[in-house]
């Protein structure tokens, strides 16, 4: 079973700093997709980025970045210069059992608050 | 940009009311997925629907059902809503064989 873990349930960051969010995950299968998520206190879950098992590259959108090690099996996000903005809960998901017909499911990990101060 | 938008925000109802919560896609996208959030456990799938008309049981159906009757709505029921069903409701959306999930704005539901 797959299997998501985030460690640290809150980090705080100072405005324009970069900070890494942990996350670790267990599969058997050798075909994954990881993702981060992000929360805001509004509740809406917004797609940061996604980094696929056989991809060479770490993947890049703007300011966030996935550190993909894949033989420590983790997937770090990383957010560089962090605004205010940024404040929110953040999920590491990964592409769980294929449910037949074109549908994956996913695992989420329990999320890592971020607070950004000024 | 890919839209998901569920019916209410906020939502307050009475032990043994009957729930309907709505979900719309506008990207065409085949699954559809419904998620109950609750603090310290996470995100947790109630059913998914991979076309009109099917539906699949996720982690936790008891207590829900759902309802696929054309492409871009899915709608998740409370039968009959009990106070244990307090929680943040999300709804997703993916395309065929596409593995990102884009989600709705959710719904709290608040059950007296």
């Known amino acids: 079973a797959q299997k998501i873990t985030q460690t640290q349930p809150g980090m705080f960051v100072q405005e324009k700093e970069a900070v890494t969010l942990d996350c670790t995950y267990d599969?058997?299968?050798?075909?994954?997709?990881l993702f981060w998520y992000k929360q805001p206190s509004s509740g809406e879950m917004i797609f940061l980025i996604y980094?696929?098992?056989?991809?060479?590259q770490n993947a890049t959108e703007g300011r966030y970045s996935l550190n993909f090690q894949k033989a420590r099996k983790s997937a770090n996000l990383v957010i560089s210069a962090s605004q205010l903005g940024d404040s929110a809960m953040y999920f590491c998901?990964?592409?769980?059992?294929?449910?037949?017909?074109?549908?994956?499911?996913?695992?989420f990990g329990k999320g890592t608050k971020l607070s950004v101060i000024p | 940009d890919v839209k998901v938008t569920q019916s209410s925000r906020y939502l307050v109802k009475r032990t043994g009311e009957k729930v309907f919560l709505e979900c719309v896609q506008d990207?065409?996208?085949?699954?559809m997925f419904w998620y109950r959030q609750d603090p310290g456990l996470g995100l947790r799938l109630i059913y998914f629907?991979?076309?009109?008309?099917?539906?699949e049981k996720g982690d936790i159906p008891e207590g829900y059902s759902v309802s696929r009757e054309k492409k871009e709505r899915f709608s998740l029921i409370l039968e009959s809503a009990s106070t244990n069903q307090t929680s943040m409701y999300l709804c997703?959306?993916?395309?065929?064989?596409?593995?990102?999930?884009?989600f709705g704005p959710g719904t709290r539901l608040l059950v007296l």
């Open positions: 599969t058997s299968d050798q075909s994954y997709g």
């Open positions: 997703a959306s993916s395309s065929q064989d596409g593995e990102t999930q884009y």
């Open positions: 990207m065409d996208h085949e699954n």
């Open positions: 980094q696929g098992s056989y991809d060479e």
């Open positions: 998901a990964m592409r769980a059992r294929y449910s037949g017909a074109g549908s994956y499911q996913l695992t």
């Open positions: 629907s991979y076309d009109v008309k099917m539906k």
